[in-house]
């Protein structure tokens, strides 16, 4: 039997001073294989034009369609109507700059992140682009590449208890960053380099292992093992760190 | 992009001494509770394992200043962990209200899991120094009777009651919290993880209650006499 779906959307948008956020609520029969990208979809094709959502791949690539459903953070396009209840909420995801409605601007706030915590790779030598690239060991290579599955899409930000209730807190995303150049053979930094980027309450430390980033990931990418990994590394850096090479910073 | 500035060693030092104290606390907590069930096994079992910690039987006579020095060197270790803890509590109205609006939202295990530590551990800074001050001044009071009528005629069973329940949730949670922030746990073991917990707080409250009943009905039993140490059997039946 179709089901009648209620849609509660989140509408305001910020730059217009008369906009009152409010829930709006659409009706959608359901369809096989819907996922929330095409219900969105269809209600701006069908039933209101003016409702922002962001989308680009459709495939949890982009992470883009990030948004809080029911609640909790997840993508709109790989999460099919099937799993929900025919009462479903949308809201923007919290912790980030609100576009309008359901779009936010994730990329602000990853581009901040990724500043802050120098999360790029950094060479010890100038790269020569004639010679051949250095030889990676595959295990390695396979290793570096899993950890840059991460799409950006700020969910893992937004399942955070700690990032809620810390707006300068790295979140995952920032660990599994810094993870994943602490792996790259190329990237020439050591642990002392990293500690100074991630050894304090607003990186590893303040990591309360909620793991509600654990649980939401929409790329299943092991971040309670990599956090505790880097929390070990980061630990082992801050006990022999007294008076070492850095300085104390007190 | 400006150089990164070192935040020096204390961040990690301080993250690892919570985590050490309270696995410390949390162990002892567990071991607390087998010792002073002991009075399941009768008045006389309860009366040798509290001699047992006065160093009777390896010194020839009671020392209770020895459980002093043991509850002094505990309460130091849980006011560092309550002082350390409390750098993690929502301070401002804003993070409090940010935080109930995402745990209502999540309806995740782990996250409303804090929640319940934060609470249990405010409750526990309080009741705890109670107990924990009787112990250090009155260590010779640790007794079948002794305790016994500490816990009815002295009306410390509310406490112990209230005590029991927020100590047991906190420390399981807690370790469980020690685990996965420490070890790297895939789903399954995370989920194994989590109903071993949930085995051990069920386990320990039920042992409690039990212990603490059956302290209720001596302490009743001993009221007229309430004030007097206990003799165990083979003493009584020598003199």
Not at chain 2, 129 to 136: C, D, E
Request: hydrophobic share 50%.
């Amino acid at each position: 039997m179709t089901r009648i779906l209620d849609f509660d959307i989140l509408r305001h948008n910020p730059r217009d001073a008369a906009s009152v956020p409010r829930l709006q609520r659409y009706r959608l029969a359901e369809t096989s294989g819907m996922t929330l990208f095409i219900a969105l979809t269809r209600i701006r094709e069908e039933l209101d034009p003016g409702v922002h959502f962001d989308f680009v791949c459709r495939a949890a690539v982009c992470g883009s369609c990030a948004m809080l459903i029911n609640g909790r953070p997840g993508l709109a396009c790989r999460t099919l109507t099937a799993t929900l209840p025919a009462h479903i909420r949308l809201l923007p995801l919290p912790g980030f700059a609100l576009i309008a409605d359901l779009s936010v601007d994730t990329g602000r706030w990853m581009r901040v992140m990724s500043e802050r915590l120098h999360a790029w790779l950094h060479v010890a030598t100038a790269v020569d682009l004639d010679a051949l690239e250095t030889r990676m060991d595959p295990d390695r290579a396979e290793a570096v590449y899993e950890l840059d599955r991460c799409i950006e899409c700020g969910c893992c930000v937004a399942a955070c208890g700690t990032a809620q209730m810390r707006p300068d807190f790295v979140g995952a995303v920032g660990m599994i960053k810094l993870a994943r150049f602490r792996l790259d053979p190329r990237d020439a930094r050591d642990d002392g380099d990293f500690f100074d980027l991630l050894g304090d309450d607003d990186g590893v430390f303040g990591c309360m292992s909620l793991l509600g980033c654990q649980d939401v990931c929409p790329k299943s990418l092991s971040l309670q093992t990599q956090i505790a990994h880097l929390r070990w590394a980061m630990a082992r850096r801050g006990l022999a760190k007294a008076g070492a090479d850095h300085g104390d910073g007190i | 992009m400006p150089a990164p500035v070192s935040p020096g060693p204390w961040p990690a030092r301080l993250d690892l001494l919570q985590s050490a104290t309270g696995l410390f606390l949390a162990l002892f907590m567990w071991l607390h509770m087998l010792f002073v069930a002991s009075i399941l096994f009768g008045t006389d079992a309860m009366w040798r394992v509290a001699r047992f910690f006065e160093g009777y039987y390896l010194f020839g006579r009671s020392l209770p200043w020895l459980v002093s020095l043991f509850v002094a060197v505990v309460f130091v270790l849980f006011a560092v962990h309550a002082g350390l803890a409390l750098r993690k509590f929502p301070s401002h109205w804003r993070q409090h209200a940010a935080y109930w609006r995402h745990m209502r939202g999540m309806r995740h295990g782990d996250t409303t899991s804090w929640l319940a530590q934060v609470v249990t551990g405010f409750g526990v800074f309080f009741l705890a120094p109670v107990h924990l001050y009787l112990m250090l001044t009155h260590p010779e009071l640790i007794g079948p009777y002794e305790s016994a009528d500490r816990v009815w005629s002295g009306r410390m069973w509310p406490l112990y009651l209230l005590l029991l329940l927020l100590v047991e949730i906190h420390a399981g949670v807690g370790l469980y919290r020690l685990a996965v922030k420490w070890l790297a746990v895939g789903d399954k073991a995370r989920m194994r993880l989590m109903r071993l917990k949930w085995g051990f707080t069920v386990f320990f409250i039920a042992l409690g209650l039990l212990t603490l009943a059956a302290y209720v009905r001596l302490g009743i039993e001993h009221a007229p006499h309430a004030g007097e140490p206990y003799l165990p059997t083979w003493q009584r039946t020598l003199s």
